[in-house]
């Protein structure tokens, strides 16, 4: 579902520029805000979009953003099964190239999340993967370990978090 004027003024507003491709909005706060958008695997030039799940609503990021810093990516890539994080990438690899034009023939995302084949690359977009319902053990880690840096996750007194409706 195409986002709506609200929804691209918000977008814009929480990442400081207007978004460089098409996206919708997945995953709601209750009162309605962008939490996590799902760019087009294409960006209007034709340049591949590696991220699919981008995380944009505050505080989250903020909070994913301190987990980084306190050495969560290393952490992260340490402790997630290395089996369950391969299988995220594939997934998340196989998801993108789905959302491709059936007539697409330039050059298309590679990778997994983020763009990258394996490792952790990027905790905010393993936790927007994991907040839209894809099956994501480092996101998974990062809900857990929130609290470390001030957060919560859904369900652990952290900000209501909804899917967006479907359309």
Same mark, same amino acid.
């Given at each position: +579902?195409?986002? /709506? @004027? %609200? @929804?691209?003024? &918000? !977008? &814009? =507003?929480?990442?400081?520029?207007e978004p460089d491709g098409a996206f919708d909005v997945v995953v709601r706060h209750a009162d309605g805000g962008p939490v996590v958008i799902r760019n087009a695997p294409l960006l209007p030039s034709g340049r591949? +979009?590696? %991220?699919?799940?981008?995380? !944009? #609503?505050?505080p989250e990021r903020t909070w994913v953003g301190r987990l980084e810093?306190? #050495?969560?990516v290393d952490r992260a890539e340490a402790e997630v099964d290395t089996d369950a994080l391969a299988a995220a990438h594939r &997934?998340?690899?196989a998801e993108r190239a789905a959302a491709l034009p059936p007539d697409h023939t330039g050059? &298309?995302? /590679? #990778?997994? !999340? =983020?763009? %990258?084949?394996v490792g952790v690359k990027c905790l905010h977009a393993h936790y927007a993967r994991w907040l839209a319902g894809e099956d994501d053990p480092v996101g998974a880690w990062v809900a857990a370990h929130l609290d470390e840096v001030g957060g919560a996750a859904p369900g652990a007194g952290g900000p209501e978090v909804v899917p967006a409706p479907a359309g």
């Amino acid at each position: +579902m195409p986002p /709506s @004027d %609200t @929804d691209r003024t &918000a !977008v &814009a =507003a929480l990442l400081g520029r207007e978004p460089d491709g098409a996206f919708d909005v997945v995953v709601r706060h209750a009162d309605g805000g962008p939490v996590v958008i799902r760019n087009a695997p294409l960006l209007p030039s034709g340049r591949p +979009m590696p %991220t699919r799940h981008w995380l !944009v #609503g505050e505080p989250e990021r903020t909070w994913v953003g301190r987990l980084e810093g306190a #050495g969560g990516v290393d952490r992260a890539e340490a402790e997630v099964d290395t089996d369950a994080l391969a299988a995220a990438h594939r &997934a998340a690899a196989a998801e993108r190239a789905a959302a491709l034009p059936p007539d697409h023939t330039g050059p &298309a995302p /590679s #990778g997994g !999340v =983020a763009g %990258t084949r394996v490792g952790v690359k990027c905790l905010h977009a393993h936790y927007a993967r994991w907040l839209a319902g894809e099956d994501d053990p480092v996101g998974a880690w990062v809900a857990a370990h929130l609290d470390e840096v001030g957060g919560a996750a859904p369900g652990a007194g952290g900000p209501e978090v909804v899917p967006a409706p479907a359309g």
